[in-house]
């Protein structure tokens, strides 16, 4: 049975109420299959229309991990391989790291799990908020975890006490009793009532349960919890009130519970070298692809024992990797040092490249580098990193090649029409000289 397209039913939803999502899912795949979008074009197409179909079920119900998983394993084929099957090699990043946020090295592509859980919240904060909905009191969709989460992301301010669950919220210095006591909390009996109810001549305190013996841990989280209810004390003027932490203007946010869950994650450089300079989406998502060594260059080939092109094709002389391929190459030392002629760019001295022995080291150090012309060089870098990668495939896959002179004729093209397409800092660079 449905309702507003949802499926209806008095006991736990099963996978198979799901059917009908997954089949959406997978038909949206049927008229984009071929090999005719960019890996760019197909990230924005999984972020937008594969993910929203989603969002209206895992807003409402709390749909079963294994249905995430195989709609996360369409969206997976379809970014990777551009069809609804895909194998491991093809995958160049786990999907755990595409799945996170810019700011954590991912790609944005959002967690269905995480943002499921971020939308499941909304129940319990329109609860506190919006008490004459209809549905308030009639139980939400959110599990233990999320009631621990919301717990965290919210602090209640008590006032008259009569909202406030005593042990479930977080009021007592923007902790929940039940954190505070947790052996107390499971022997009580009575875990329902309002802080004002609790509070009530002690009531929680009679609702404890000693048939089975106190152990001494039991007595002193006791004290601890009774030390600080000593100090409480109501205000029946004024209603309870509760704020979210991660907002600013304390209000609940989908943007902030779902961001909250990767907090403590290690803030990654890809935004100020991928992400914020502007360059065409394709070659955005092949930098950050090449700053973590995810193409397949010829070493990375040969690691897995797979057929490749050995000696770097730019050369023909050293074995193929992405650094050298990049920074290494005299091929591509040649075109930087044409482009370092062409625009004056003093601070890169390509004689100290060697030394650095990945892409990101090279490109955190030699590029990323504090001075004029940050952005138009990251700009810039990219799309010659681009443009190399484009040559070395030409030579690999199709034996044409082009000479150095070529090469930074085109780069100069291409980078004017990027400054015509609202590259303004590389356009500074460029009509400066
Ligand atoms: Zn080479």
Known sequence: MKYLGLPLSVSRLKRIHFQPLEDKVAAKLVPWVGKHVTMAGRSCLVKSVLTSVVTYFIAVLDVPIEVLAKIDSLRRAYLWAACDKVTGGKCKVNWDLVCKPKDKGGLGILNLKKFATALRLRWLWQEWKNED??????????????????????????????????????????????????????????????????????????????????????????????????????????????????????????????????????????????????ATPKCKFFAWLVLQNRVWTADRLARRGWPNCGLCKLCNQRLESAAHLLFKCRFSIRIWNKLKLWLGLHQIDTALWQQFHSVKEWWKKAIHKKGPHRKALASLTMLVSWELWKERNARVFRGHSVTVDMMVTKIKNEARLWCFAGAKALSSLIFCE
């Open 133 to 278: 909905k209809p549905w308030v009191g009639l139980g939400s969709p959110c599990t233990t975890k999320d009631h621990d989460l919301f717990a965290a992301a919210t602090t209640v301010i008590v006032g008259d006490g009569e909202k406030v669950l005593f042990w479930e919220a977080s009021w007592l210095d923007g902790m929940r009793p039940k954190d505070v006591a947790p052996l107390i909390f499971e022997i009580s009996r009575k875990k329902k009532c309002s802080v004002l109810c609790a509070l009530h001549n002690d009531f929680w305190v009679s609702q404890i349960n000693t048939q089975n013996g106190l152990s001494l841990e039991h007595l002193e989280q006791f004290y601890k919890l009774w030390e600080k209810l000593v100090n409480v004390s109501l205000h029946p003027q004024r209603p309870d009130a509760i704020s979210w932490k991660l907002t600013n203007d304390g209000l609940y946010s989908a943007k902030s519970a779902y961001n909250m869950q990767f907090l403590g994650l290690t803030t990654s450089l890809m935004p100020p070298l991928v992400w914020k300079p502007w």
